[in-house]
């Protein structure tokens, strides 16, 4: 029987840490699933901090429904910083957790969850210089490769994408290598 193939939601901005979209992103179109960059504007153009990729957002905040997908990654890096300023970005990964949709967030992409208010009460990681700030919105935070809450997976830094790849696939039930 052939597995059905999934829908994934990128949450994306300027600046982002190259590998930490790259590689999830890689991973999850490998076998057929469909990766949609959501940004703050369709069609626009989103390079990474090293400047070697880019990436053109599929739809806005504005026009995408949380409940179309099967999963919510955010890469790191700054971009992070620059979705939490947008109300509908903040409102997405809201929906997202009240429907219970996976959402895999690693290096700073926990500050767009904490922004929306979804840390309190939850133990996860983060770029440890960003751990105070997990702290502030009522996060445990707890320094280790990958932690998977309930629908909630996080982890550190570009070192640690393989474990962060690998529990987001399996929260998928798609295969990926």
Do not use: W
């Amino acid at each position: 029987m052939e597995q059905m193939k999934k829908k994934v939601a990128f949450l994306l901005a300027d600046e982002f840490e190259d590998s930490e979209m790259s590689n999830p992103y890689d991973a999850i179109t490998k076998n057929g699933n469909e990766a949609v960059i959501i940004s703050l504007e369709k069609g626009e153009e989103l390079k990474g901090k090293k400047g070697t990729i880019s990436y053109i957002s599929h739809l806005s905040a504005t026009e995408a429904n949380a409940e179309d997908y099967a999963a919510v990654i955010i890469p790191g890096g700054k971009s992070p910083s620059h979705l939490r300023e947008n109300k509908r970005m903040v409102e997405f990964v809201q929906q997202a957790d009240r429907a219970g949709i996976t959402i895999s967030a690693i290096c700073h992409g926990p500050q767009l969850l904490a922004e929306a208010g979804l840390l309190k009460g939850r133990t996860l990681t983060s770029y440890p210089a960003i751990s105070d700030e997990v702290e502030a919105a009522g996060g445990k935070f707890v320094d280790e490769e990958v932690v998977v809450d309930n629908n909630l997976i996080t982890s550190r830094t570009p070192d640690d994408e393989p474990a962060f790849i690998a529990e987001t696939i399996k929260k998928l039930g798609v295969s990926a290598y």
